[in-house]
């Protein structure tokens, strides 16, 4: 029910001054401290303070042994002898000052006579952007203003609002730095078009300003309470027509819905008419984490839009997968015509797989006759088997999750390097930053046009950096010559790189090894034996471990001299790769001990040199030199 509050502005003016003007700050028994024109003043302002002693309350009845000082906040700014003392004061900074007047009647003791304090401030400026609002059917009318600069006094801010039928409601907000009021009051719809003004002014003692009035409707000031209670509901757990509902206050008539998948920053964005808390969705994703927000308006074209909801988040059943999986492989002859067949895949993308995959199904056949011949079931992507080599086979890999398996992808297994006419040439791999590797090549020279698809491969070289999978492959246009490398690339692991010409189920590759930083190794080769041979010596060493090696090896050299002796060491230089950790050397003179050594090499520079190891031939042999390669 409206009800009227009748506020005096005089009345409330005088209270103030009352509250603030109260200046004397103790009980003043020998005299007082007087201010004129008034306690309270406006910037820029002077007042006159006099300082008077009651009778009998001086030093001695002759006043010019009285001493009266006055003091500005501890600093003296006038002495005076006599019962009386009056000053002029001006430039007084905005707040509070505190002025003292004390008694000397010896130059070592001050009574404190009376003390007053001044307050410096400013009108109260315009109250501007004067707002109104109630939340909800059911909330109150609030409104905020901005105060404008700080006036440094006391200052009341009076609301009123102006309705139809003469009602007025008014409200007076006491709080220091007011600047927001709730009326307590509750717009109904039943007048949806109706006026109401509202204006705030502040008050104090030293004037008032009044805001500009704001006139507005029910429909203009009442935003509707966010939506809440929201769900989704999707008809027999399909993605396909998905329903998304919400509970509103009842004369919504318009609401707005926003959603998007959790990891897009970019809304889809919908307004509907008279939804009653329901809409339907067709355009959603499977198996995607979704935010939902819906927002409320009373009217189709006035009045402000409610707050968003609070964000709904859901995930989206599942659908059958689509697509099909990249499938690649690796042949191993193991002898007594047998081969080992290594197969490995690529995960689905998440769009493609919609759903959480459970597992893959692997089908061999034999190509003659389309036999099946063994089919299982794993939750890795890799398979390997051992199968014959005198049949010709093929396999086929499905992905499934829980609402189907999607399309096998079939691939014949045939040697991949078999034909020579589509070997890739001219074959470099060069680093690109510290986890990419540019592999280059040139086009088959006879059989460019017969080319279908380049499929660039590559493994780490060593087991011991193995946290990775053991084969790693992308698949590239017949017209592109190269290819940017990063999956699990690492620094300072060497890559064995291969590239692949497809014709087909025909192939032909060349091969490179590759790094993408290097830097010298940190150990040496470790001789574990040096044998005695016919004419020669046979060295065999250790290989560095692979977390030492530093990138690719690509020389070792092994260095001798005779025990105790102070000239430069002889040394022979192998490519890596020409004899795997062994070499023979036919230069050693018989019954004279030397030493031996080796050491790798990177592109960036020599290893420390590794253990030493003495030897002494006993036979003769033929000192022609080095061996050549």
């Excluded at 509050?5 to 009980?27: A, M």
């Excluded at 002495?79 to 000053?87: A, C, N, P, V, Y």
């Excluded at 092994?558 to 022979?572: A, F, G, H, R």
């Amino acid at each position: 029910m409206a009800h009227t509050v009748k506020v005096c502005y005089l009345k409330l003016i005088f209270n103030i001054v009352l509250l603030l003007v109260k200046g004397k700050i103790d009980v003043c028994k020998r005299g007082d401290v007087t201010v004129k024109p008034s306690h309270v003043i406006s910037l820029g302002s002077a007042v006159n303070i006099s300082c008077s002693l009651k009778p009998r309350q001086g030093c001695s009845p002759y006043s010019s042994f009285n001493r009266l000082i006055l003091y500005k906040s501890d600093r003296r700014i006038k002495l005076q002898h006599g019962h009386s003392l009056s000053s002029q004061v001006s430039d007084l900074p905005l707040g509070t000052t505190l002025f003292v007047c004390k008694l000397a009647c010896s130059s070592s003791e001050e009574i404190r006579i009376c003390g007053a304090e001044i307050l410096v401030g400013v009108l109260p400026e315009r109250p501007q952007n004067l707002s109104c609002i109630q939340k909800g059917e059911h909330g109150t009318v609030a409104c905020t203003w901005d105060r404008g600069q700080d006036t440094h006094l006391y200052t009341a801010y009076t609301l009123q609002l102006n309705g139809p039928k003469n009602l007025t409601w008014q409200k007076l907000c006491n709080d220091r730095d007011c600047d927001h009021l709730d009326l307590g009051i509750n717009l109904t719809p039943q007048s949806p078009e109706s006026s109401y003004t509202a204006r705030v002014t502040a008050i104090n003692s030293l004037g008032s300003a009044s805001s500009s009035p704001s006139t507005f409707t029910f429909l203009d000031i009442v935003r509707p309470l966010p939506p809440w209670d929201i769900r989704i509901k999707c008809v027999n757990a399909s993605v396909s027509r998905c329903t998304l509902q919400w509970r509103d206050e009842g004369l919504v008539l318009l609401n707005q819905l926003r959603y998007r998948p959790c990891s897009s920053r970019s809304w889809n964005m919908v307004n509907t008419t008279n939804a009653k808390g329901r809409h339907d969705l067709w355009d959603l994703k499977p198996f995607t984490e979704y935010e939902f927000q819906v927002s409320s308006r009373l009217h189709l074209y006035e009045g402000s839009w409610s707050d968003w909801s609070e964000s709904f988040r859901v995930q989206t059943p599942e659908e059958e997968p689509t697509g099909t999986l990249d499938i690649w492989y690796m042949k191993q002859n193991i002898g007594n015509n047998r081969q080992q067949i290594s197969l490995f895949w690529k995960n689905l993308s998440v769009l493609e797989a919609r759903g959480k995959i459970l597992h893959y199904q692997v089908t061999l056949l034999e190509v003659a006759g389309g036999k099946t011949t063994l089919q299982n079931i794993t939750e890795h992507t890799s398979w390997t088997w051992v199968i014959p080599r005198t049949e010709r086979w093929a396999v086929a890999v499905s992905a499934a999750n829980s609402k189907g398996s999607s399309l096998p992808t079939r691939i014949n297994i045939t040697d991949l390097c078999e034909a020579s006419l589509l070997t890739p040439g001219q074959v470099s791999a060069n680093s690109e930053g510290e986890n990419n590797i540019m592999v280059t090549w040139d086009p088959p020279r006879r059989a460019a046009s017969a080319v279908q698809e380049y499929v660039v491969e590559w493994r780490a070289l060593h087991s011991e950096v193995v946290m990775q999978p053991a084969l790693n492959w992308l698949r590239s246009s017949p017209h592109n010559v190269s290819a940017l490398i990063s999956e699990n690339i690492r620094p300072y692991v060497c890559y064995e790189i291969r590239v692949h010409a497809l014709s087909g189920d025909q192939g032909g590759c060349s091969s490179i090894r590759g790094n993408s930083k290097h830097k010298a190794p940190v150990s040496g080769p470790h001789i574990n034996a040096i044998i005695e041979e016919k004419e020669s010596i046979l060295i065999s060493w250790d290989e560095i471990p692979a977390q030492e090696q530093m990138g690719c090896i690509l020389h070792y050299r092994i260095y001798w001299k005779e025990q105790n002796s102070s000239s430069q060491p002889q040394l022979c230089e192998i490519p890596y790769g020409v004899s795997p950790n062994s070499h023979s050397i036919n230069s050693l003179q018989p019954r004279v001990t030397y030493v031996l050594w080796m050491t790798a090499l990177t592109a960036a520079g020599e290893s420390p040199q590794g253990n030493e190891k003495e030897f002494c031939m006993q036979k003769n042999a033929a000192a022609h030199g080095l061996a050549h390669f």
